[in-house]
């Protein structure tokens, strides 16, 4: 197998920084330099790899949601594999707000700030935060189809519109997270949306 | 009586267009520059003013809830009088929502695009945040509350955890319309929590 090019390597390092420093900082609030300067790559270099910041911002959307999707595919086939699909949602969302509580409640959904800050700025990122978010609807369809199935969820509302309900439920938790720089409001929040709102 | 002085009246017209300008394009994106543009101020005398744009911001914040929730007590003891207390709520979201898509979704809730983009950076903005989203709390609570008296709403909720839940996911929809550009995902969303999960 042939190693990776060395600007494949920087191109990478470069996204990976974009996911971390736009969740924390926002559109407006990183800078390119921002993101060179952690790499450690010269600034004139940065327009070798993308054609500008929103194009550089669509793309690190795109990644962000991919790892994203594929971290949840890999947890239901993986280690909750045996949990019930409400199970697996309550381990999902308890799991992603610890992760952010480790961030000091900085980094959170890169999906939510960039739909909330500027997506009406650019198309581009647009069409890239709507494919997200459809794929991740696909997934939360499935699992709350199978809680359905399982007893687990009320059968009056498709699993479609519920699992658009959880994932709208979710992106405002984030911002009372956000607000409050605690888990509980955001937690009891997912918790009577899963067990009681859901049942 | 007495006029009130210019610095009067520049100190409010500033605060009318930081309400306008920062719902546009957030925080980082919007200049001290522009704003004064706006209101046809030199640059040098926003500092007789707010001692910074924090400051401003947290201003900015504070006057934003007080006329929201004045509007939406005037709305109850007025025009909406005569309606349930669910029908007011639905009222006021297809308003709210028809009022964003008049600004081509640019506009939609400062407090919730405050809290994504920079809550966690300044803790004055943060309290102001934090005391807007209590007293819209006391006004949702309250119709949430009436509503359940009338059989409106499920009473195995407290109408307090109801109305964090309502604004939760209100501020979820509001993202999911920015990233739309249309209304239907929101009013669908706000449909579905106020006539099935809430009932």
Chains 1, 2 share one sequence.
């Not at 909750?80 to 308890?94: D, V």
């Not at 509580?101 to 650019?122: D, H, P, R, T």
């Not at 498709?158 to 956000?178: P, V």
């Amino acid at each position: 197998m042939s190693r990776p090019r060395r600007s494949e390597h920087i191109r990478e390092a470069l996204i990976q920084a974009g996911i971390e420093q736009l969740s924390i900082h926002g559109y407006h609030g990183t800078g390119i330099k921002q993101i060179l300067d952690e790499v450690n790559v010269p600034k004139g270099s940065f327009y070798n790899f993308f054609a500008s910041k929103e194009a550089f911002v669509a793309e690190v959307i795109a990644r962000y949601s991919q790892d994203l999707v594929q971290q949840l595919q890999g947890f239901v086939a993986g280690d909750g594999k045996h949990l019930s699909p409400k199970a697996q949602l309550q381990t999902i969302y308890e799991f992603t707000l610890s992760k952010i509580a480790n961030s000091e409640f900085k980094q959170a959904c890169l999906i939510g700030a960039m739909s909330s800050e500027m997506a009406n700025q650019s198309d581009l990122c647009r069409d890239q935060l709507k494919a997200a978010t459809k794929t991740l609807a696909v997934f939360f369809t499935e699992r709350i189809q199978a809680g359905q199935l399982a007893g687990e969820f009320r059968q009056d509302v498709t699993a479609s519109e519920l699992a658009n309900m959880y994932w709208t439920t979710w992106e405002g938790a984030l911002i009372t997270l956000k607000m409050h720089n605690r888990l509980k409001p955001a937690k009891d929040t997912m918790a009577l949306m899963l067990n009681v709102l859901m049942a």
